[in-house]
């Protein structure tokens, strides 16, 4: 007998975030909280398909540990005290 209730947690949508470090540059990836573990974060890197495991409250970049952001996040900035000029963000955001 199935339990859809169960079944359904394994369903888990990966998100698509990226590394607000510019001279990191490590671009976006695919991260999905672990299955069996809280707090286990695995992340796929969108272009090179490298598969990392981190152990974080939440996912950080596996390259220099900063926490991952939603691309709408990186548009509105980091808490204003960092402007990025609006041309070279996009050009950047379209290579990822
Ligand atoms: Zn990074």
Redesign the pocket.
Known sequence: MTNPASAQEYTIEAQRLV?P?RW?A?GAWLVQRAAQLSDVWQLTHATDGGVWNVAATEPV?P????TLVTTLELEGGRGGGEIIQPGKLLDWLLTL
């Open positions: 590394c470090e990191c490590s970049c390259r220099c540990g900063t």
